[in-house]
């Protein structure tokens, strides 16, 4: 566990965790994990990235490999696609 600017970063062998300590701005969503981001590991794996938002604040951010290995190397920005899961979609 690491502490970074008042927040907590979690390395489980298969999960990583981000929980932050302090909050701003309200955020207005619909569900726990109104966004997941998703891209590929080195080997071609999948790999999730998921925003828990807890009472309009960020709670965590999770990220896992679909196999549930390890992460070989955390994606960059560019090559994440985000999912809005807020959008209704009828």
């Known amino acids: 566990m690491v502490n970074i600017h008042n927040s907590i970063l979690r390395f489980l062998p298969h999960l ?3 929980e932050p300590q302090t909050y701003s701005n309200v ?3 619909k569900r726990r994990i109104p966004i997941e981001a998703e891209a590929e590991d080195t080997d071609n794996m999948k790999i999730h990235i998921l925003l828990h938002v807890v009472h309009g604040f ?3 951010i999770e990220m896992y490999r679909e196999d549930l290995q390890s992460i ?4 960059k920005p ?3 696609v ?3 899961l807020d959008d209704d979609q009828g």
């Open 27 to 29: 955020a207005m969503v």
């Open 16 to 18: 990583w965790r981000y």
């Open 82 to 84: 985000l999912i809005n």
């Open 58 to 60: 960020m709670d965590e």
């Open 72 to 75: 070989i190397e955390i994606p």
């Open 78 to 80: 560019n090559a994440l």
